[in-house]
């Protein structure tokens, strides 16, 4: 079976008939569907829409997530507390007579999988395929194997990473798929390599693989890392790989060097098997190679699928004066020429729909006529949450110089996550320290696709504040620029390629610790934000447009697929050879 499109396939756009099979851990499918956390499932969504708009011949592979992420709660406290997220896939997805089998602990585990019809603007279709344990005959542990998303420990981890990325590959021959491409989103699916090395080799894990087999695994493999640091890329003991995997495989990846400081490393692992490698921001390819130097690490920076993440009234404004700007993201550049009322009036209305969810939910009633920040993200401390409560004192001065000041919060922490969960309480108990009648600070729980939607559009200003670098990319920011709103944020990630100074935002400067990023933070929000907000409307519209039509016509899937598809998946010299493939085939 392959995917359906409304117009067939040429040489000139993609060789063959074969697709991209796509692996993510995450995939943010549905608002519905629990199966994503936060950034890289967002992001793994977003890319899968674009290719669908721009029909590219791909098919996506995740896991089902039966029991979600999770449900946050917190009380008054901050305290978080998690609930199960269970949803039925059958719902939403069709299931398919697929099996396949993959080894876990010496336990044959089956796997089935369900899919998802994602269809485009043309009414091509992108099949993603939710991988799943639950079936009868499997151990009641390995049923409960693709039920939670990032839940139990490091075994659990590596059991998960077996069935996606060894039981994806075999899925996607099992379903009928010719595969040219198989993109690793991220080092979960690396052990796919393995699976196709395998299936090199007869279909199991004894034999020696020449340099032949081993550049043809690499011929069909890419691969986007998204850590910025070590600690982030997953590594397993050399006794749980035993154990888990197989001594067999373990001494071949020890052999093939896939292990790393003494411990199997996923994304050494996905380096040494793909011909085209990158980070996801010009920043984030540096410190990529830095970290992995003996690998040609690209850069294709992230993006989000616009039609997505532009909110109703920016949509109906867009519409009203360049409609084409769906099919073609960089149609948003016309936004330089909009009238700044109109602008204006298309974000006062996504501003009152977003204090309307946060009265709905908290009670709270802000003022629309306010200067609002935005500050929503997973929780993790390099994130900094509290940077803009390090000198409390001076951002009440700010707020009351403004005439008011609100700051609305959102995050989860993961649940093992005992730091991030602290500094959720530390932010709450400051906004209960802090907030008075100049200076009203909201922390919304439970943040998800639709609250990101709202707070992304209706804010003033969206604020982040990682310690450098360890941030990949960041798409929250992107989001909001596709909406006009500007960012006030640390030179990390997108940023360094997205701020231009007064233009599309502000820089946050970089100091020595928290305390000088902190006064750089206030300096520009006493000396360029709160000023502009204030005094000068129609120069406010001015910037809101600049940031639509300069950040919102490059941070975007539509032109990062497009990336991908020249760079890594189909570059001019893999299009010839295949060409010559499929005559000597019809030959």
């Known amino acids: 079976m392959q995917p359906t499109s409304s117009k067939p396939f040429s040489y000139e756009t993609f060789p063959s008939a074969g697709v991209v099979a796509y692996f993510s851990m995450e995939i943010a499918i549905n608002p519905g569907m629990p199966t994503y956390s936060g950034g890289l499932g967002v992001l793994a969504g977003d890319t899968l829409r674009s290719a669908a708009d721009l029909g ?5 592979f995740t896991l089902a997530h039966r029991k979600g992420y999770f449900q946050q709660r917190l009380d008054l406290k901050g305290v978080q ?54 079936l009868e005959g499997n151990s009641g542990w390995d049923r409960g194997l693709t039920d939670h998303l990032y839940g139990g420990d490091t075994n659990y981890r590596l059991q998960q990473e077996i ?11 099992a379903l009928g798929h010719r595969v040219n491409v198989h993109h690793m989103n991220e080092g979960h699916a690396a052990l796919l390599t393995l699976a196709l090395l395998e299936s090199l080799l007869g279909g199991g894990p004894l034999g020696a693989p020449t340099e032949a087999d081993l550049a043809l695994v690499r011929q069909a493999c890419v691969f986007t890392t998204h850590t910025p640091v070590p600690a982030g890329h997953d590594r397993f003991s050399t006794e749980q790989t035993i154990r888990i995997l ?86 948003l550049r016309n936004a330089i020429d909009l009238p700044e009322k109109e602008i204006l009036a298309a974000h006062a209305r996504a501003k009152d729909e977003l204090l309307a969810e946060v009265a709905a939910r908290t009670g709270q009633v802000l003022n629309a006529k306010v200067l609002t920040l935005g500050f929503a993200r997973r929780v993790a401390t390099y994130k900094r949450a509290t940077l803009l409560f390090n000198d409390p ?81 960041g798409t929250s920011g992107m989001k909001a620029a596709l909406n006009g709103v500007p960012s006030l944020s640390i030179l990390d990630g997108w940023w360094i390629e997205g701020c231009i ?40 519209g001015r910037l809101m447009r600049n940031t639509l039509a300069f950040n919102g016509s490059y941070f975007n899937t539509n032109r990062m697929v497009k990336q991908y598809t020249r760079n890594a998946y189909y570059p001019v010299k893999l299009i010839e050879q295949a060409k010559v493939e499929e005559e000597a085939f019809a030959d």
């Open 56 to 60: 590219v011949p791909l098919v996506a």
């Open 81 to 134: 507390s998690e609930e199960v997220q269970q949803w039925n896939p059958s719902d939403f997805c069709i299931e398919e007579p697929a099996r396949v089998t993959v080894s876990v602990e010496d336990r044959i585990v089956t796997v089935r999988c369900w899919r998802y019809d994602l269809i485009g603007r043309s009414g091509h279709v992108v099949p993603i395929y939710l991988l799943d344990t639950d």
């Open 163 to 173: 069935v996606l990325g060894m039981g994806g590959a075999r899925m996607a021959n």
């Open 246 to 331: 197989g001594g067999d495989r373990t001494a071949r990846l020890e052999k093939l060097g896939c292990f790393r400081d003494g411990m199997l490393n996923m994304t050494q692992l996905a380096l040494r098997f793909s011909r085209y490698a990158n980070g996801v921001a010009l920043q984030h390819a540096k410190v990529s190679r830095a970290m992995f130097p003996e690998f040609a690490i690209d850069s294709i920076t992230n993006g989000v699928h616009a039609p997505t993440w532009v909110s109703e009234p920016i949509q109906e404004m867009l519409d009203a004066n360049f409609s084409p700007w769906r099919r073609d993201n960089l149609y």
């Open 393 to 473: 004192e001076r951002l009440l001065e700010i707020a009351t110089a403004a005439g008011g000041l609100q700051i609305i919060y959102a995050g989860k922490a993961h649940p093992q996550d005992e730091p991030g969960k602290a500094l959720i309480q530390q932010v709450i108990e400051d906004a209960a320290k802090f907030s008075n009648h100049v200076l009203r600070i909201v922390y919304l729980e439970n943040y998800d696709w639709g609250l990101g939607a709202l707070l992304t559009a209706g804010v003033d200003v969206w604020v982040n504040t990682p310690k450098r670098p360890y941030e990949a990319s």
């Open 501 to 540: 100074e007064g233009f599309t935002g502000w820089a946050i400067e970089d100091g020595a610790d928290d305390v000088e990023e902190a006064a750089s933070l206030y300096k520009k929000l006493e000396t360029a934000v709160v000023p502009l907000y204030l005094a000068a409307p129609e120069q406010w």
